[in-house]
């Protein structure tokens, strides 16, 4: 079955650096546009950053020019840098993998916290 393992959330200070990975499997991961979508307390879960499989990227306004998401095909596995760290950018990011003809066929991982704070 598909499976989305994040890694590499925990606290970070304002200013820092995080690398979050997503590895993949069960899946055609060609297939797949790859995103990362984040949740903070209180508020409706975000589009972060997405990738396709031809390496085009998208990303929210707010962290663009601080985040880089990436893909690597021959590990399955999809990558968030993420620098400049700010408070606001607290939440719980998840990993999504979305085919790209078959709109019902998502995916999710579990999840990793991105705690920003002093």
């Known amino acids: 079955q598909v499976q989305l393992v994040e890694s590499g959330g925990g606290l970070v200070q304002p200013g820092g650096s995080l690398r979050l990975s997503c590895a993949a499997s069960?899946?055609?991961?060609?297939?797949?546009?790859m995103g990362w979508y984040r949740q903070a307390p209180g508020k409706q879960r975000e589009l972060v950053a997405s990738?396709?499989?031809?390496?085009?990227?998208n990303y929210l306004d707010s962290v663009k020019g601080r985040f880089t998401i990436a893909r690597d095909n021959a590990k399955n596995t999809v990558y968030l840098q993420m620098n400049i760290l700010k408070p606001e950018d607290t939440a719980v990011y998840y990993c999504?993998?979305?085919?790209?003809?078959?709109?019902?066929?998502?995916?999710w991982g579990q999840g990793t916290q991105v705690t920003v704070s002093s």
């Open positions: 069960g899946m055609i991961f060609s297939l797949y546009t």
């Open positions: 990738i396709t499989n031809g390496s085009s990227t």
């Open positions: 999504n993998a979305k085919h790209i003809t078959l709109q019902f066929v998502d995916f």
